[in-house]
């Protein structure tokens, strides 16, 4: 028996679906438990050799858990190891423990990814589930399957609809799919987890570009930036740093909460990033007592005063994913060229641009303008340690710029 049957949910709210499933997921967790517990004693075979796939199977559940809170791609997930894993004996622990990691995790509680990603992911975890107990038909999960198969039609019954078997489980996910989709709006939480505990959250739009700017959503360089960061953090503490252009604040969030500024100031111009911005900077905790000092501004690369720019007096400058735009690289420069000009107690200001070369002739430009108004650039090639799940497919290039 590879197959799960569930009742047809009907005449529910979307908000209450969601929470009855989650509930009845935990119970089904409990559940699942139980015929381990009677697998303990039937077998104590394949103790040894336990270390390296508890190590693998460690880093396959950190892996999803990193690729479900940032909402990367499906098709990015190890969906080969985990199919693997589910060929094991313990298959059915790696599969609760999956879900404790992703749609049970507290974090997905609070501040989950968007209703039509979660819908997305448990569809192909279920879809991965069958092909593999299919596949494997005398493994303990397909054992774990078919208890719990009889449990959760008692579990999951609708009063007034009855469970048959011919009602597969895909169709439970389409009605679950048909009620998520009323519930979906175009803001949803990304999670980004720090190598030293918690976790960096952010609320952010599923568009790539929308109400008019792409400042909406966390870019690939500023993931990188804040990589570079975590390993670089003298370049930061007890500095007053300056970030510009800093849409939904990732980077920002990582130097506050791991290099120690002494001041640091976010930076954008489009009112709506700004909006969102500060919610994210709250969320983050940034504005706690104990950290550095946190200021989010509207600050227009072509509007900025001078005077404004001695008063902030930034001696660590950063930007992420900045040069994209032809007509504004100009103003950009510019504003670097003003801002390496400006006098600071300590040591000359540095400035440090992440880009991801999307195009070569637009990133061809901004290094041609840079080195007509003086600023001389370095670029950074030590490696930095893969912390954060993103698309590396498009280089990205960082830069020192110093005059
Ligand atoms: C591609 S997004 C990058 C956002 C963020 N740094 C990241 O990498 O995730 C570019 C950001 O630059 C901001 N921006 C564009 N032109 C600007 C200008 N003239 N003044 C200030 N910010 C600007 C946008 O509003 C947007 O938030």
Partial sequence: MSKLYFPRCTRVGSTALWDILSRRALVFLRILQFPQKIR??????????DNVHDAAKKNILAEFQAL????????????HSFERALQ????SQIFVELLERTCLHPVCQKKPPSAKYRR???????KRVGASSSRSAC???VVDLCFYQHVCFVLFLNPQ??????EPLDELYDALAVVLASEEQCVCYKSYFLPAGGAITLAENEATISEGT????????????AEWALGNPQAFQHRVVLELGSGMGLAGVAVCRSCHPKRYTFSDCHPGVLRRLRDNVKLNGLEDPGGPRVAVEELDWGAVADERLRDLRPDTVIAADVVYDPDVIDTLVSLLRRLLAIPVLTRPSDIYIASAVRNPDTYAYFRRQCGKVGLRHQVLTEPVARIFPYNRTSAIEMIRLHL
Avoid: C, N
């Avoid at 940032?70 to 997930?77: D, E, H, Q």
């Avoid at 997305?120 to 279920?126: H, K, M, N, P």
């Avoid at 792409?214 to 930036?225: F, I, K, P, Q, R």
């Fill in 68 to 79: 479900f809170f940032a909402m990367r791609s499906l098709s990015s997930y190890p969906w």
């Fill in 40 to 49: 303990g004693k039937m077998s104590d075979r394949g103790k040894q050799g």
């Fill in 161 to 166: 609809h009855e469970a048959t078997a011919s």
């Fill in 88 to 91: 094991r004996a313990d298959s």
């Fill in 214 to 225: 792409t400042g909406m959503v966390t870019w690939e360089a500023a993931l990188y930036l």
């Fill in 139 to 141: 493994s303990f999960f």
């Fill in 120 to 126: 997305r992911f448990l569809t192909e975890l279920i």
